[in-house]
């Protein structure tokens, strides 16, 4: 029985404030506010937009075991925007645009997010006239929590995931938005000769463990999004046809394909924006340090195997063998001789 990396967003340490900024998957300024999203978290994101993989997730072997964990996560809800909303490309040459719907509200003298949507709208047939009712599509995607079963199985130095993804519940509501600061959450001890350590207030701890998950989900969701957010532009000068990125890094990804190197062709539906989410959720335990996670699984079993070679044909398999041991064997004999 070990213990291995898994992804907790409800886990707040030991109360402490310095635990507690540990445990967040976002920086946290002076008056504990979110200040941003974890750069490495970003990173991740991109590599998975861009291979279509998720990070190496550290194993709890030196060559071939497979487990299984379940680990905190989200799952995108998109639906089609309609063809009369998708005068968002109207401007000319603009052939991809997404764009973030998050907005900020201030409730109780806190500023909360809400509203949260994200939207994509791309040309199926990039040029420069085009029918837009006919070759504009859009997509409105939400965020719901979700949790994750991972069998994870590492052979030969590589590793494969298989994911089975439950919907839980939506992490936010205009009605109960996403809280942007905890300095009200924690009971600062101090005396004349020692400022003390910073506790979780006991009778808040519930509350806390609430809107500190949700606000670990929306950065997840933040770091996902950020590379697809941008815009995309194909235009023509002179007769030669180029595309132009602003931000969006989608051009690196497997949403794009090309049939010339000018005329993009996008790739984009519902089902790869989960997978690619899934893959970014999945990448979240590599933020675990080897030397001191940040989220441990309760001890669990993992079965260990080797690599075993088979051969549908036994001949070519005992050729070469058998060469190598006449070469051995002529070499050695050769050796025996010189001494004489």
């Given at each position: 029985m070990v213990q291995v990396p898994i992804v907790d967003l409800s886990n707040i340490g030991n109360g402490t404030i310095v635990d507690f900024s540990e445990h967040a998957i976002f920086s946290l300024d002076g008056d504990l506010g979110y200040l941003e999203t974890n750069p490495a978290l970003r990173a991740f994101a991109g590599v998975a937009l861009s291979t279509g993989e998720p990070q190496r997730i550290?194993?709890?072997?030196?060559?071939?075991?497979?487990?299984?964990?379940s680990i905190d996560g989200l799952l995108f809800t998109c639906q089609d925007v309609p063809t009369s909303e998708n005068n968002i490309l109207s401007d000319h040459g603009l052939i991809y645009k997404a764009e973030d719907r998050t907005g900020k509200t201030r409730r109780e003298g806190n500023w909360n997010w809400q509203n949260m949507t994200f939207v994509i709208n791309w040309v199926l047939t990039p040029s420069i006239q085009f029918?837009?009712?006919?070759?504009?599509?859009?997509?409105?995607?939400?965020?719901?929590?979700?949790?994750?079963?991972?069998?994870?199985?590492?052979?030969?130095?590589?590793q494969s995931v298989n994911t089975t993804v439950k919907e839980q519940s939506s992490p936010w509501t205009n009605a109960q938005p996403i809280v942007q600061?905890?300095?009200?959450?924690?009971?600062?001890i101090r005396d004349l000769s020692y400022d003390g350590p910073v506790?979780?207030?006991?009778?808040?701890?519930?509350?806390?463990?609430?809107?500190?998950?949700?606000?670990?989900?929306?950065?997840?969701r933040d770091a996902a999004i950020g590379p697809l957010?941008?815009?995309?532009?194909?235009?023509?000068?002179?007769?030669?046809?180029?595309?132009?990125?602003?931000?969006?890094?989608?051009?690196?990804?497997?949403?794009?394909t090309r049939?010339?190197?000018?005329?993009?062709?996008?790739?984009i539906s519902a089902e790869g924006l989960q997978n690619?989410?899934?893959?970014?959720?999945?990448?979240t335990i590599a933020l675990n340090p080897a030397n001191k996670p940040i989220w441990r699984s309760r001890p669990i079993k993992v079965s260990s195997g080797a690599i075993v070679y088979t051969f549908s044909e036994p001949w070519q398999f005992y050729a070469p063998y058998g060469a190598s041991l006449l070469v051995t064997f002529l070499i050695y004999g050769v050796g025996i001789w010189s001494l004489y």
């Open positions: 550290p194993g709890p072997c030196s060559d071939s075991c497979s487990y299984s964990i029918n837009k009712a006919a070759e504009i599509r859009g997509l409105a995607c939400s965020t719901l929590l979700a949790t994750y079963t991972l069998d994870i199985s590492y052979r030969g130095g590589l600061q905890y300095y009200d959450y924690f009971t600062f506790v979780v207030n006991d009778t808040m701890r519930q509350q806390l463990t609430m809107e500190f998950t949700r606000t670990q989900a929306f950065a997840i957010l941008g815009w995309v532009y194909n235009f023509a000068d002179c007769e030669v046809q180029s595309t132009r990125t602003n931000l969006t890094l989608i051009m690196g990804s497997d949403f794009v049939n010339t190197v000018t005329a993009p062709r996008f790739n690619y989410l899934q893959n970014v959720v999945i990448s």
